[in-house]
T-cell receptor, first 115, second 116 residues
Framework: GDSVTQMEGPVTLSEEAFLTINCTYT??????LFWYVQYPGEGLQLLLK?????DKGSNKGFEATYRKETTSFHLEKGSVQVSDSAVYFC??????????????FGTGTRLLVSP | GAGVSQSPSNKVTEKGKDVELRCDPI?????LYWYRQRLGQGLEFLIY????????KSGLPSDRFSAERTGGSVSTLTIQRTQQEDSAVYLC??????????????FGPGTRLTVT
């Protein structure tokens, strides 16, 4: 079945360091891919998405490129800030009926950024 | 505008008791989804609603779980005879529905259920 695998955390970085969080997926068909973020004490928020191969999603300095050949959607940021400390979830969408999709999530990666 | 709200935010219950979790979606969102997040695991899809109808209940973990939605709005997830393995954060999401598109699911803050 469809699944998402992402690197285990926590990932601990100093401010201004480069961030990569790996995500690979297994899916039939051509799913959309997402990164969601959960800040401490808050709900899940969509960070970025890509709907087809070679698309690049970007938001708040974060980027991820939909790589069909490697079935990957790695999250990157050139210079992290303390405020980026959160749990990051990679997800793909599976159509359950016309217009409706469920999300299949990875286990989440906690990012801790120190000053 | 108002986002997705869930209540209660925390619930501690004794094993064997029934619990009801509530979700208030964003106004006008036809689609409503329930997910579960157990400690150390990813979010697990439970059920979705098209309006008031749940076409596929196969994601519910057992027959102790049920869900309903009324008036195309509020949804309740009921767990009967709770077990310790039901302890998790239960998340609700809602979205618009249009054919041929990918629409963002907006998540509520979740209900943390602890079964003792």
């Amino acid at each position: 079945g469809d699944s998402v695998t992402q690197m285990e955390g926590p990932v601990t970085l100093s401010e201004e360091a480069f961030l990569t969080i790996n995500c690979t997926y297994t899916a039939t068909g051509y799913p959309s891919l997402f990164w969601y973020v959960q800040y401490p004490g808050e709900g899940l928020q969509l960070l970025l998405k890509a709907t087809k191969a070679d698309d690049k999603g970007s938001n708040k300095g974060f980027e991820a490129t939909y790589r069909k050949e490697t079935t990957s959607f790695h999250l990157e940021k050139g210079s992290v800030q303390v405020s980026d400390s959160a749990v990051y979830f990679c997800a793909l969408s599976v159509v359950v009926s016309t217009g409706f999709q469920k999300l299949v999530f990875g286990t989440g990666t906690r990012l801790l950024v120190s000053p | 505008g108002a986002g997705v709200s869930q209540s209660p935010s925390n619930k501690v219950t004794e094993k064997g008791k029934d619990v009801e979790l509530r979700c208030d979606p964003i106004s006008g969102h036809t689609a409503l989804y329930w997910y579960r997040q157990r400690l150390g695991q990813g979010l697990e899809f439970l059920i979705y609603f098209q309006g008031n109808s749940a076409p596929d209940k196969s994601g519910l973990p057992s027959d102790r779980f049920s869900a309903e939605r009324t008036g195309g709005s509020v949804s309740t997830l009921t767990i009967q005879r709770t077990q310790q393995e039901d302890s998790a954060v239960y998340l609700c999401a809602s979205s618009l529905v249009r054919t041929g598109g990918n629409y963002e699911q907006y998540f509520g803050p979740g209900t943390r259920l602890t079964v003792t």
